[in-house]
């Protein structure tokens, strides 16, 4: 059974800081990328972060880079999202997904704009001011 489940979601302030975690099973781990993505009412979802498993690679959305880092877990089959110096405009639900990574030389980040295979069900950032 295919399963990709997040957590860690959550009420914070501005400024303030969380962890989200997307726990995979059900599919050669490492076969996949994963990728964050969020999505608020009215606004097309969004990929935010995207990683290899193989290698690590990442790419991240200009609006949080340097205020997120993506990294991954491969023995628990679990990748994580650190969000800091969070922002109202942050505030979303959240969704990990996975794609089957087709050729070791794929780019990272076309690879975060594909259609995703496998998607989490979204947990809820909420950034209070």
């Known amino acids: 059974e295919v399963q990709v489940v997040e957590s860690g979601g959550g009420l914070v302030q501005v400024g303030g800081s969380l962890r989200l975690s997307c726990v995979a099973s059900?599919?050669?781990?490492?076969?996949?990328?994963i990728g964050w993505f969020r999505q608020a009412p009215g606004i097309e979802r969004e990929a935010i972060s995207c990683?290899?498993?193989?290698?690590?690679?990442?790419h991240y959305l200009d609006s949080v880079k340097g205020r997120f880092t993506i990294s991954s877990d491969n023995a628990k089959n679990t990748v994580y999202l650190q969000m800091n110096n969070l922002k109202p405009d942050d505030t979303a639900v959240y969704y990990c997904?996975?794609?089957?990574?087709?050729?070791?030389?794929?780019?990272?980040?076309?690879?975060?704009?594909?259609?995703?295979?496998?998607w989490g069900k979204g947990t809820l950032v909420t950034v209070s001011s």
């Open positions: 997904a996975a794609v089957f990574r087709p050729s070791p030389s794929t780019q990272i980040a076309t690879m975060c704009h594909s259609g995703m295979d496998y």
């Open positions: 059900g599919f050669t781990f490492d076969d996949y990328d």
């Open positions: 990683t290899s498993t193989s290698d690590g690679r990442t």
